[in-house]
């Protein structure tokens, strides 16, 4: 990759739960820089931080969630986890948005669309008559063309149109920075679809940065550019796309890619991954995957791998690189 | 022979107030057979009427007319109650999608796997079986599961026990509605693989609901595509996969999620 | 691995009420509430087997101040006021809480009967029933008990009290559980059990009511605050028998001997303060059982874990 410009940057990011028992760590010595311009994917199964890591990312760390250690630096200057939550505002839906989890539950349903939509402007000292034009510009760049919508209830609304409805909201100041949580979740697959071409169009008209954060990762091979998969915390693997598909550094990310089934690889064998994550409280003294990677050595299991950087600013976690390779 | 929909049809009533604009899919002359043996998709969108079609299967809705057929018991689901309707429902089971609400939370891995045995009047020493299919569904040592708590567990887990649950009954026929969307990833093929362990090893019929058709080409034989109620295209998998004669089996073949497929920016839509 | 992570492995007894009574525990909301509680009715029991005086006894000086003699002086007609205080409190809580039992096992076997045979007769029925008793206020009723029993009432006295409010106070109970049992029957795991074969008796028994402990526990304490209020009113206002010893006719005897207007304060504000606190420890128990039901309400101690994590790295 060129050295293009890093939108956001995170350097030894620790954070974890504040439980009844005591402190749990999830996201462990994250360090990523997410190009500019460029959709970056990150995939995690359940349990695998993803969504702390995004909430990280905005700034959303109220308890229980904890910052332990760490920086997250947003469009080169802003130090999103220690501003207070005024500078946060400035920051937030004009720099860096978000689209949230389950976003078709996310619209407040006895708010009409367009009263969500004002109170969402009126947070930044805007107003929606004064705006109407750029509003109706937005909702028709998300496939909303029909102005009804601004006088609806979202249970009036499909699941596809509430989704388009919460991304047209978080671009509704212009921010250059989009991070998405599973924002096609819940949704049929034909819409899931419609989402994902949405998503990449929107991406290329208005030059975004998009962080897609999901655990399918068949999809989200099918958006991204860069790509980094999280397991137990930490970030395993970061790479180009294509080379993952073909040449994948980290063991995980290889077998992840080969347990979906797919239309095009319709009646071959998939492959298994034993085992599940034994949580945070269980947590490996060596590599995070090595009690189920069919590649581990005694080693594996007794000191963590560093991680070895390559092209720049990718990079994987796995000392038997490229050995496992010839063993598959 | 085992199960057989016939002309099954079901109407839901609209509320047709001021914002009305909910349109529940009628299902509209269904025709299905579940034959032994066989793992029998059905697929299609959200709203397409499958989890009715399962629902009504199960005995717990009423279709407006047509005929649900359980061969073994040469009777008619539909006109089932009391003491045949618990019969058949000791050999026509449901696994429910979510496995983080199909388990009682306040209850164990134990209490969830012995009561089907209890009620159904097991003969037999309770906690060996209850090992046992714990065993079958792939949770070993079944010791260790016995006492946890549905919070304790993974969602690939839970829907295991689930399973165990029930399997104690020794269903015929299993009616299976997403059962692997809300599971992690790495362990979906462990799941896929144990319905077809179920087909081979011990005769279950399987009915595997869906909106993802690559999942369907992995585990099943047959498959229904279904489209806002209706049946429209049926056959063998393979077939209908690799081959897809209509509008909208062609589309969920293009829609669904796969990595060697990049999605580029189209033209307006 | 973390210290803190390593304390949480243990596979722990998982029980509904015990994880509810730990988890009110652990609230401090809830943990005043309890030692408050304790306090109080600690103090009540030492009053059943010791007094300083004999509660009763008219013959001391009247409208004396708080001295060493008598802690809390004495009334109008020449009473210690501490020794009413101190055996006056049983009976309060007493039928506080009885009524909160009495009235919770009463909306259980109400509010289910109607949630299982929803939309039948008997689901009318007890609705029907349960809109009524929502109106009719428990004092009501017991001056009609007290008019129909007439002299028996001195025998009854506080089981005469206890029957009328526990009577009376069921009603709201049973409409919460009847919509919590309707809500739960269409849920995954309960709808599993009716398809595995389980009976619905079974099904309420073992299922509904342990995932909605808080709600039973909350409504017990709900219930038990409605006993001692209504106590207290019918108390207060001489509807029951006004030659027993309790706050509640300490507060209607101040009031016939104008201790407000004589600046008496001895003689009412105890007991006034003490029903007030009772009530008090409810709601903050109460507050702490909504806490342990729904984590969102929970309040979280930041510095604590910042002070053990810093203390952990060194």
Redesign the interface.
Same mark, same amino acid.
């Given at each position: 990759m060129s050295k293009g410009t890093v939108s956001v940057e995170v350097k030894g990011l620790n954070v974890g739960y504040i439980t009844d028992k005591g402190y749990t760590r999830v996201v462990r010595n994250a360090n990523i820089s997410i190009p500019e311009g460029k959709i970056t994917g990150i995939v995690g199964e359940s349990g695998s931080g993803k969504s702390t890591l995004a909430n990280s990312l905005i700034g959303f760390i109220n308890p229980p969630l904890f910052v332990e250690s760490g920086s997250v630096i947003v469009d080169g200057k802003y130090d999103v986890l220690a501003m207070d939550p005024d500078q946060l505002n400035q920051v937030r839906g004009k720099i860096i948005s978000y689209v949230p989890q389950a976003a078709q539950n996310s619209l407040n349903p006895i708010r009409k669309v367009k009263d969500t939509i004002n109170d969402m402007l009126r947070g930044h000292g805007m107003d929606l008559s004064t705006n109407r034009e750029s509003v109706l510009k937005t909702m028709e760049m998300v496939g909303l063309s029909d102005r009804q919508v601004l006088d609806m209830y979202p249970f009036q609304l499909s699941g596809g149109m509430r989704q388009r409805v919460i991304i047209a909201i978080s671009l509704l100041l212009s921010p250059r920075i989009v991070v998405m949580d599973e924002p096609t979740t819940g949704l049929d697959v034909i819409v899931q679809y419609d989402i994902l071409k949405l998503i990449k169009k929107l991406q290329k008209q208005m030059s975004l940065t998009i962080v897609f954060i999901s655990h399918d990762i068949a999809m989200l091979f099918q958006i991204s550019d860069y790509v980094a998969v999280m397991y137990g915390g930490q970030i395993v693997e970061y790479g180009e796309y294509s080379e993952l598909l073909g040449n994948a550094r980290h063991p995980y990310t290889y077998l992840m890619l080969n347990s979906v089934p797919t239309v095009s690889t319709l009646g071959r064998k998939l492959t298994k991954i034993p085992g599940e994550f034994e949580g945070f409280s269980n947590y490996p003294k060596g590599c995070v995957f090595s009690q189920r990677c069919p590649f581990a050595t005694p080693q594996c299991r007794d000191s963590p791998p560093q991680a070895y950087s390559y092209a720049g600013v990718f990079f994987y976690k796995c000392s038997r690189y490229p050995e496992w390779r010839d063993q598959k | 022979m085992i199960l057989e929909l016939r002309h099954v049809y079901k109407d839901f009533v609209v509320r047709k107030g001021i914002?009305s604009?909910?349109r529940r899919p009628g299902i509209w002359d269904v025709n299905m057979e579940i034959n032994e043996g066989e793992i029998v998709g059905m697929v299609g969108?959200? /709203?397409g009427g499958k989890t009715v079609i399962a629902w009504m299967i199960?005995g717990?809705l009423k279709p407006t007319s047509g005929e649900i057929i359980y061969h073994p018991m040469n009777a008619d689901v539909v006109k089932m109650k009391g003491k045949q309707l618990?019969e058949y429902? %000791?050999n026509v !089971? &449901?696994v429910?999608q979510?496995p983080y %609400?199909? &388990? #009682? @939370?306040? $209850?164990t891995v134990k209490w969830h796997v012995e009561? @089907?045995l209890r =009620?159904?009047k097991y003969k037999g020493d309770l906690g060996t079986r209850v090992n046992e299919l714990l065993r079958e569904v792939a949770l070993s040592p079944p010791e260790e599961y016995l006492?946890? *708590?549905p919070f304790q567990l993974?969602?690939? !887990?839970r829907q295991r026990v *689930?399973l165990a649950?029930v399997l104690a009954?020794n269903p015929k026929v299993l009616i299976a509605d997403e059962p692997v969307s809300n599971v #992690?990833?790495? +362990?979906? =093929?462990?799941l896929?693989?144990l319905f077809k362990y179920l087909r081979d090893e011990r005769g279950i019929s399987i009915m595997y609901i869906t $909106?993802?058709?690559?999942?369907i /080409?992995?585990?099943a034989d047959r498959v229904y595509v279904m489209r806002l109620g209706r049946i429209v295209e049926s056959g063998d998998v393979?077939k209908v996969?690799?081959n897809p004669e209509n509008e909208y089996t062609k &589309? &969920? =073949?293009?829609? =669904? @999620? #796969? @990595?060697?497929?990049? +999605?580029?920016?189209?033209g307006d839509? | 691995m973390l210290r803190s992570e390593a304390k949480r492995t243990r596979n722990y007894k998982y029980n509904p009420i015990y994880n509810l009574l730990v988890g009110m525990w652990e609230q401090r909301v809830s943990r005043v509430g309890f030692f408050i509680l304790m306090a109080v009715v600690g103090f009540s029991v030492i009053g059943l087997v010791y007094t300083p005086y004999n509660p009763y006894a008219t013959n001391f000086p009247r409208d004396l101040p708080p001295s060493s003699s008598h802690w809390l002086g004495t009334t109008d007609y020449g009473q210690d006021v501490f020794s009413q205080l101190i055996s006056g409190g049983f009976p309060v809580l007493g039928v506080g809480l009885g009524t909160g039992l009495i009235g919770t096992i009463l909306s259980i076997i109400i509010g289910v009967l109607a949630g299982l045979y929803e939309g039948t007769v008997v689901d009318k029925l007890l609705n029907g029933i349960s809109q009524l008793f929502l109106v009719i206020p428990g004092i009501l009723v017991v001056e009609i008990i007290g008019t129909y029993l007439g002299a028996e009432q001195i025998k009854l006295g506080y089981l005469a009290v206890l029957l009328a409010l526990s009577s009376t106070g069921w009603a709201w109970g049973a409409r919460v559980l009847r919509s919590q049992v309707l809500t739960m029957r269409r849920r995954e795991f309960v709808m599993s059990s009716e398809l595995i074969g389980e009976s619905k008796l079974s099904t309420v028994f073992r299922q509904i009511i342990p995932n909605n402990l808080p709600l039973v526990a909350s409504n017990f304490f709900f219930t038990s605050i409605y006993g001692i209020a209504g106590f207290t009113f019918i108390y207060y206002f001489g509807l029951g028998s006004v030659n027993q010893v309790n706050w509640g006719t300490m507060l209607y005897w101040s009031l016939g001997g104008e201790a407000y207007l004589r600046g008496l304060w001895w003689w009412y504000i105890p007991p006034g303060l003490l029903i007030g606190l009772v009530a008090f420890s409810f709601a903050l128990i109460n507050m702490g059982i909504d806490r342990v039901a729904n984590p969102r309400l929970r309040v979280w101690n930041v510095k604590k874990v910042r002070r053990a994590l810093q203390g952990e790295m060194r």
């Open positions: - | 914002f604009n909910e969108g959200s /709203g199960m717990l618990r429902r %000791s !089971q &449901l429910f979510d %609400s199909s &388990l #009682d @939370p306040t $209850h009561r @089907p =009620v159904s006492n946890k *708590y993974s969602g690939g !887990q *689930y649950r009954l #992690d990833a790495s +362990i979906r =093929v462990t896929l693989d $909106h993802d058709i690559a999942t /080409g992995y585990v393979r996969i690799t &589309l &969920l =073949v293009e829609a =669904v @999620p #796969d @990595p060697y497929r990049r +999605i580029e920016e189209e839509y | -």
